[in-house]
């Protein structure tokens, strides 16, 4: 099979199965690292929702929002600055909506985000979730596929990799269409270059550890990383505005992480050295500062968010 086919049918078993997330599980996203995370997000859809005219029907959605943290974090901001949306989450995995409506309690769910309201504009957050939709790979121009090779899963041809992504095209020019008649401003945060450039970057994680991509199919997380030239790109022939990319770190420390970090520690000195090692996590270049980029895609009558 394609390595596209192999990519989406180990992950829809593999999300549909179990929560992946925290010490138990395979992977730690930002929402959880800190609260820090999911309020700076907050802070900026409510300051882009007020320079828009804070309209009265807007919605907040997120994209594979986890178990919700990410929302719970940024709801409590948005709600605090005057603005407490119904909220519309984008999630396949019985699993995840559960732990989701737990959390955050009324949430309206969807498989997928053409099926999201279409009557007023949207204010949404998409976090490590362009990284899981599957790829497609050429090698000298023709595609990669998965095969049975003596005794197990083997690549059938090696060399440069080129990587495309319909699935990924697709969802991108679907939010952008959306937002572009409704009014509204989308965050996307996830890994990967700012240009587009050839390379394998298929990977496999379990239990917080790189595995090979072909080992244990439908038993680990399966990503590659976001081609954010291509994602600006579908974005503007879909007649969106975009702001961005800009380094992870770099956007949290314009926003200014230091000074909540510095506030949680004066709440809590006997967690100061806790969050303290969060926020270097969460912006240091070694760590995922410069790997991870953000990028917004708005509406042309709706401001460029802050920090890009």
Request: hydrophobic share 40%; proline share 7%.
């Amino acid at each position: 099979m394609s390595v596209e086919a192999y990519m989406e049918a180990c992950n829809a078993y593999y999300y549909a199965t179990r929560d992946p997330l925290g010490t138990d599980g395979d992977f730690t996203t930002a929402p959880e690292i800190s609260q820090m995370f999911g309020e700076l997000v907050g802070a900026v859809l409510a300051d882009a929702w007020r320079r828009a005219g804070a309209p009265a029907n807007v919605r907040y959605v997120e994209l594979g929002p986890g178990r919700g943290t990410l929302a719970s974090d940024a709801l409590r901001v948005m709600r605090s600055a005057g603005l407490d949306p119904p909220v519309h989450l984008v999630e396949t995995s019985p699993t995840l909506r559960q732990a989701q409506s737990a959390l955050l309690g009324s949430v309206t769910h969807h498989d997928s985000i053409g099926d999201l309201p279409g009557d007023g504009p949207l204010l949404v957050v998409a976090n490590e979730f362009l990284d899981a939709l599957p790829i497609r790979q050429h090698v000298g121009g023709i595609e990669r596929h998965v095969e049975w090779i003596g005794d197990g899963l083997a690549f059938d041809r090696d060399g440069e990799v080129v990587e495309s992504s319909p699935a990924r095209d697709g969802a991108v020019q679907a939010l952008a269409e959306g937002l572009v008649p409704l009014g509204g401003v989308a965050l996307i945060i996830d890994y990967g270059h700012e240009r587009s450039a050839p390379g394998d970057t298929l990977q496999a994680v379990r239990g917080h550890r790189f595995a090979p991509a072909l080992a244990d199919p439908g038993e680990q997380d399966l990503t590659s990383h976001v081609d954010f030239e291509r994602v600006a790109e579908v974005a503007r022939e879909a007649g969106a505005f975009v702001a961005g990319p800009a380094e992870q770190g770099a956007w949290l420390e314009r926003l200014g992480i230091q000074a909540r970090a510095r506030a949680l520690a004066d709440r809590s000195p006997s967690r100061a050295e806790e969050v303290e090692a969060a926020r270097a996590r969460l912006c240091r270049p070694d760590q995922m500062g410069s790997l991870f980029k953000v990028l917004a895609i708005h509406s042309p009558e709706w401001p460029r968010p802050a920090g890009l």
